[in-house]
């Protein structure tokens, strides 16, 4: 029972990569919204999105993470580090309040916490395979294509907005949408909303980015 | 092979065993039960680590007392995703509010149930104690459906030291908090005794 909900999939490794995905999805990018406007010409905006992600070799970043329990009034802040490497290497630290790291490295992760460090097989299933594709369409700023998402794209002067809602169910079950932010000035991400059905909410706020540094290949170690 | 014999004889008295057959029973007392009875986590977000049958899982546990006197508990992963939502009234009826795919079985929701139950002091709420004494230790329970809930002082009454669940002669829960306030106990162990299972709790400090 309980057993198998940790050792069948792996579940750990399954939601953090939705997490990884995520944040990855944001920092390569840049309902009706307030402010926003619909993007006019998509066929542009995604040939200039993916001509912008291409550049992007690596990405250091800080992030504040706000997770929103609506019905409960509550939120937990979180804070750490974010790394991306081309092609498919990502790491996140979070450091505050607790420790938690997860490294993405091909077909490889890594999950640790305060207690324990485990490796995952990304290919070991269907929904990792899936979550890695997603991962790879961001790399490559392909995710507008994505069958995975149905992406509505907005504007105003300084930023576009993305709306992506997922196709699949295993994807619809944990996210209704999830919105980025991005700055039209450099096509890096502000901030990513990750909308549960519930209604609870996660953002996620980056700060201090820097594209395109040296990040060593031993950031992303398992 | 005699030896084998004498081997599986001993394992199998080891098991029958009752791990309350020490214990005496002893007249209530009413001052040492108002004082030490376990009131529950109140509100507080902790680090959790449940380690099953040499399986880990890491997360973030929230404990809410809600304004109608109910409480939440709510299991997410370090990114922010809901693995479950249960509510616990104050009327004692309970609610899946939210569960994911993965978790939704009965035998784990109510493994669960019981776990935050007790963490709660749920079983206490409302109890006439019965009270026994054993070793150095007093124990006061409130018979549940199969099992019996207690919670278990020095001879002194000075502390709470754990509750505890068990059936009629084995133990098989014990949940201990460490901390000045067990209203948000600085640390909480859940662990199993049927099987390998330990719950941790790490209160977070916002």
């Known amino acids: ?222 | 092979m005699k030896f084998l014999h004498y081997s599986i004889l001993l394992l199998l008295v080891a098991a029958c065993a009752s791990d309350y057959k020490a214990r005496k029973a002893v007249a209530p007392d009413s001052v040492c039960t108002e004082k030490i009875k376990p009131v529950g986590i109140k509100t507080a977000w902790y680090t959790t680590h449940i380690d099953v049958i040499g399986k880990h899982i890491s997360g973030l546990l929230l404990v809410k007392q809600m304004p109608d006197s109910s409480k939440r508990v709510v299991f997410t992963n370090e990114a922010g995703v809901t693995f479950l939502d249960f509510e616990f009234r104050a009327d004692g009826s309970f609610q899946v509010k939210q569960v994911i795919k993965q978790l939704d079985r009965k035998a784990v929701i109510q493994l669960l149930r019981k776990d935050f139950e007790l963490m709660l002091g749920i079983p206490f709420r409302k109890g006439v104690y019965e009270s026994w004494q054993m070793n150095d230790e007093r124990y006061f329970g409130v018979p549940q459906k199969k099992e019996t809930a207690y919670f278990i002082t020095g001879a002194d009454c000075a502390s709470l030291r754990r509750i505890e669940l068990g059936s009629k002669r084995k133990k098989k829960v014990t949940v201990e908090m460490w901390g000045d306030n067990l209203t948000t106990p600085d640390s909480v162990k859940v662990k199993h005794y049927t099987f390998n299972m330990v719950i941790g709790l790490k209160k977070i400090e916002r």
């Open chain 1, 1 to 222: 029972m309980f057993r198998n909900f940790i050792q069948n999939k792996g579940i750990v490794a399954k939601y953090t990569l939705l997490l990884i995905t995520g944040l990855t999805v944001a920092l390569q990018v840049s309902a009706q919204y307030a402010g926003y406007k619909s993007v006019n010409d998509l066929a542009a905006f995604k040939k200039q999105f993916a001509t912008e992600s291409a550049k992007v070799q690596s990405i250091t970043s800080d992030f504040v993470q706000q997770k929103e329990l609506l019905a409960l009034t509550e939120t937990i802040t979180s804070s750490g580090k974010f790394w991306f490497k081309r092609s498919n290497r990502v790491r996140i630290d979070y450091t505050k309040p607790f420790t938690y790291r997860m490294v993405m490295n091909g077909d490889k992760m890594l999950v640790k916490d305060d207690q324990k460090e485990s490796r995952i097989n990304v290919k070991s299933n269907k929904l990792f395979q899936q979550v890695n594709k997603i991962m790879i369409d961001c790399v490559q700023g392909t995710i507008l294509d994505s069958k995975d998402f149905t992406t509505r794209v907005f504007e105003n002067d300084k930023t576009y907005l993305l709306e992506m809602t997922p196709v699949s169910k295993t994807l619809k079950e944990f996210f209704q949408t999830i919105v980025l932010n991005v700055e039209k000035k450099d096509y890096s991400v502000k901030s990513i909303d990750m909308n549960e059905p519930s209604g609870d909410k996660t953002t996620i706020t980056f700060s201090n980015k820097v594209l395109n540094a040296q990040v060593a290949d031993e950031v992303f170690a398992l």
